[in-house]
């Protein structure tokens, strides 16, 4: 199925033309017979020789109402551009293959309509040279130029069949797995509820399915589908489809809006793209300057920020990030156009490259313009590795939403990335940029040195102030410190680099030595923590309770840890044989006072080896 746009100036011979080859009125609205001027989108179809059936979306031609035609030519495969033998080229067909020129619109022909109206044949060559030169240097240059004349009936056999030829020659629309219809007509059947229609494109829609319409989140199942007034149960990629929407109200969907698969679109009042700045525009296009953005049947009011430019003459290029006032669902590789609202001027337009970007971007970065290129120019192992430059590990499905990949694509552009040493596959599996990992590894290296430098006694960084320097989440903090054992020690609550050890100095060596032996002397009821700093210095006594050479058990409570072990032993022997133990039967045991008994209970009831119950403790869900 193909699905061909009507453009040009000649608003009722394009109407004529499509009822002549169709038997059907595209004009639909009875102003639009009334004046013989089309005022919004027509539709129409026909069977091509081959079987085929051949979709038209007929547009307005007269510049009053070129915003509609916009919303009719985002989905066409390919444009017949009409022009009037006995004018010849104007300002409206001008504007009308500028814009098919901007959408990347390759495929058309060039349809001399009224041919009857002339009788000279000199003028009629005069006209098609004038048309050429109008075609030079856009997508259309080489489009064949063919003559006819609908209302008396000449040329249309000639058109027809190099219509077929041409749709004939054509790749068939692909099937990404992504479908979605930009709707333009919203409507109401008694019984039946909201019909939407348009032209499906990315992959096939099927009856029965969920789907989301975006922007607004709203959820609706398609209870029956249309495709050129027959019902189907599953609708093509390329063709007209009219969606029979369960669950939803006709107020609450506009031309504009967008039928997916839930999750598949997401809404964005930021866009960054690549824009072509008419030659013809008249004026530069300066910085935060109001515009209309039309892509697809969607638009809206938007400030263009120019990222890299100060002001961006007729004739240029350059990037822009487009703040939407209105939020729009998009994808990238969308086409655009800009036109400006008052007065009305179509003054460029381009490509989406991201729909939604991190922020708004500062100007002139740039680190901000490369990542933009190598998203819109760079090979696929370039673009999944930048898509997978995220501060956290990437899922493929994300990926692939991120890049409009189909799995295939996807699975060969990872394999490249990773074979060309820019991705780094991780458990899940999950992806990230091998420079981004690269980074993290080297800031955790940088933050360890930078405290062993400040802190040469502290045997390294508790985990968690290092993973709030980091900014990542646990799980990934985790996976990290696991991943790197060659440079990173990781033991209880605190990290170290491999090659880190403290060391002391003689004196302190001294002092410890001396601790060690007030210690020795009254194991049970060893030196409070503040008597012990004084002996060593708090520094020296924090290393070694870092180097587990003392037990900490409460602030001011220490012991040897062999003097340690011992007490727990006996505690949980008393608990084995009594079913509890208390604090004086610590105490009695080691000739200690209640303080330490009491101290180290404390501590045992905290990391759960015993568990109070009333004045005694039992035994805890944790073992020593």
Not at 234 to 241: D, N, Q
Request: glycine letters at 8%; charged letters at 25%; aromatic letters at 6%.
């Amino acid at each position: 199925m193909r699905v061909v746009g009507t453009a040009g100036h000649v608003d009722h011979g394009k109407s004529t033309l499509i009822r002549a080859l169709t038997g059907i009125d595209p004009d639909r609205l009875a102003e639009e017979r009334a004046r013989e001027m089309t005022i919004d989108l027509g539709f129409a179809w026909m069977d091509a020789p081959s079987g085929e059936t051949i979709g038209f979306v007929d547009v307005p031609g007269h510049r009053d109402f070129i915003e509609n035609m916009l919303a009719g030519v985002g989905g066409i495969d390919a444009v017949l551009l009409i022009i009037a033998a006995d004018e010849g080229v104007m300002p409206q067909t001008r504007e009308h293959l500028a814009i098919l020129d901007l959408l990347g619109i390759q495929h058309g022909l060039i349809v001399l309509t009224k041919i009857d109206m002339v009788d000279d044949p000199d003028w009629l060559a005069l006209i098609e040279q004038d048309v050429r030169q109008a075609l030079a240097g856009t997508t259309l240059a080489d489009a064949e130029i063919v003559r006819v004349s609908a209302r008396a009936g000449i040329g249309l056999a000639e058109f027809t069949a190099r219509l077929a030829a041409l749709l004939d020659n054509m790749p068939s629309r692909a099937d990404y797995r992504h479908p979605r219809l930009p709707v333009d007509r919203i409507f109401s059947i008694s019984g039946f509820g909201t019909v939407v229609t348009g032209t499906l494109l990315g992959g096939r829609l099927r009856v029965g399915e969920e789907v989301e319409v975006q922007p607004g989140n709203i959820r609706a199942r398609i209870r029956g589908l249309q495709s050129y007034k027959h019902a189907v149960d599953v609708a093509e990629p390329g063709s007209r489809v009219a969606i029979n929407l369960a669950g939803t109200e006709r107020a609450a969907i506009v031309r504009g809006h967008i039928v997916a698969p839930p999750g598949q679109m997401q809404v964005s009042g930021l866009v960054d793209v690549r824009f072509r700045h008419l030659a013809d525009a008249g004026r530069p296009l300066k910085h935060d300057a109001e515009v209309k953005v039309f892509v697809g049947t969607a638009e809206s009011l938007a400030h263009a920020r120019l990222l890299g430019d100060e002001i961006l003459l007729p004739g240029a290029e350059g990037w822009l990030q487009l703040r939407l006032e209105t939020p729009l669902a998009l994808a990238q590789g969308d086409r655009f156009i800009l036109r400006y609202p008052s007065p009305p001027q179509t003054i460029g337009g381009g490509v989406v490259v991201d729909p939604r970007p991190d922020r708004r971007w500062r100007r002139f970065q740039s680190d901000v313009i490369d990542r933009l290129e190598t998203r819109m120019r760079g090979t696929p192992a370039e673009r999944v590795a930048q898509a997978a430059s995220q501060s956290e590990p990437v899922k493929p499905a994300a990926l692939m939403k991120h890049l409009g990949y189909t799995p295939q694509e996807l699975e060969t552009a990872i394999q490249s990335a990773l074979d060309e040493k820019r991705l780094l596959e991780l458990p899940g599996p999950t992806y990230m940029a091998a420079a981004v990992y690269d980074g993290l590894v080297e800031q955790i290296i940088h933050e360890l040195s930078s405290y062993h430098r400040a802190n040469p006694l502290r045997v390294g960084m508790s985990r968690e102030e290092l993973r709030a320097r980091l900014g990542l989440k646990q799980a990934f903090f985790n996976l990290l410190l696991d991943l790197e054992h060659s440079h990173i020690a990781s033991q209880r609550d605190q990290v170290r680099l491999i090659d880190h050890a403290v060391q002391f100095s003689p004196d302190q060596t001294a002092r410890i030595q001396q601790l060690m032996v007030q210690m020795q002397v009254a194991p049970y009821t060893p030196p409070a923590f503040t008597d012990a700093a004084q002996t060593v210095g708090e520094d020296v006594l924090f290393a070694l309770i870092d180097l587990e050479e003392i037990i900490r058990v409460q602030p001011e409570v220490i012991f040897l840890p062999s003097i340690y072990d011992e007490m727990v032993t006996a505690a949980l022997e008393i608990i084995e044989q009594t079913g509890s133990v208390a604090a004086n039967q610590l105490r009695d045991r080691f000739n200690t006072t209640r303080k330490y008994a009491i101290g180290l209970l404390e501590y045992l009831d905290a990391i759960g080896i015993t568990r109070r119950s009333g004045d005694v403790r039992v035994r805890g869900s944790r073992r020593p």
